[in-house]
């Protein structure tokens, strides 16, 4: 029986290496550029399953909708699941699956791309030769080599960022509840989250977003940092309270800021606003600095990794149907 999924806030680019794919999994998608919301999720009945991103809301209210509409499966096209009341999922019976790997060198080359861009001003170059200025007053870098790189969350993507950090020949250290084998044999250690905070010229977050990590990066772990700290998050926007880190940036503390995510991206990110006045005072503040790249997480944004994505999905929502989900991609049912 061919699986009915809604596919919300779709993309072009989703619909183009979704759709082809659709036929050899019995799966009939509708793309639905919309993300789902209060407002749409309601519109769900003619879908078994529902496939979301980053950004849509899947709260306990809108888990009800769906459940009133006859949706039997979330399936989340993206690692983090910091967005579902998995308890409300699980009270209606309804089965939620995510990818929870697809290629994390994209994300940990990513992160890479903001600390380069940092450090050498790229971005300014870029502007100035365009623009026949070839001054390098204001360009000043630092050399990675020998610096130490604090990597906070050692999962897939943070080790794949320790080990291209450590192929720089930064001294890498590390912070996770649960340290990863192979990086220890490879010679990359673990220290306290004091240490790491206190040492490091390069911070990386790389931990889920959790009732635990929220504001992790806080006015008082901010104190600990060295001054001038380069301080990178691709992870998700609420592992940092932005108006401290805005203080941070103003007493000079950070140095220097690199984001993907940011913690009320789902007003601003993956639209474009460019004709619109933009009302998030705080994150128009973010974008005046100087010293400041922000990016509208675009990590996982890869032909490799979004293809993975795909097939993942697909492989999720024919597995559920077949009712074999495979227990590390299903998070409930
Ligand atoms: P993962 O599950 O493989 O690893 C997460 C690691 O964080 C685990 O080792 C875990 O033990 C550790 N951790 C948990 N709590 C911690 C804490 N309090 N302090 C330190 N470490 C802690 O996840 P991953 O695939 O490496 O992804 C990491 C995060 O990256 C995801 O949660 C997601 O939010 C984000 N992400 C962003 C993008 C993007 O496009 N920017 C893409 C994919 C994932």
Known sequence: MTIRVGVFSAKSYDESIFAPMSEHYDVSFRFLPMALDAQTAHLCSDYDAVCVFVNDDISRPIIDA???????????????????????????????????????????????????????????????????????????????????????????????TARILSGFGCKVMCYDPYPDDELIQAGIGYVPLDTLLETSHIISLHCPLSEDTYHLINHDTIAQMRDGVMLINTSRGGLIDTSAVIQGLKSRKIGYLGLDVYEMESELFFKDHSEQIIDDDVFERLATFHNVIITGHQGFFTQEALSQIATTTLENLRDFNKGKPDPSRFLSG
């Open 66 to 160: 769906l459940h009133q509409c006859g949706v039997r499966h979330i399936a989340l096209r993206c690692a983090g699941f910091n967005n579902i009341d998995l308890q409300a999922a699980k009270d209606h019976g309804i089965a939620v699956s995510r990818v929870p790997a697809y290629g994390p060198e994209a994300v940990a080359e990513h992160a890479i791309a903001l600390m380069l861009t940092l450090n050498r001003k790229i971005h300014k170059a870029y502007n100035r030769v365009k623009e026949g200025n070839f001054e390098l007053s204001g360009l000043m870098g630092f050399t990675l080599h020998n610096k130490t790189a604090g990597i906070i969350g050692t999962g897939r993507i943070g080790a794949a």
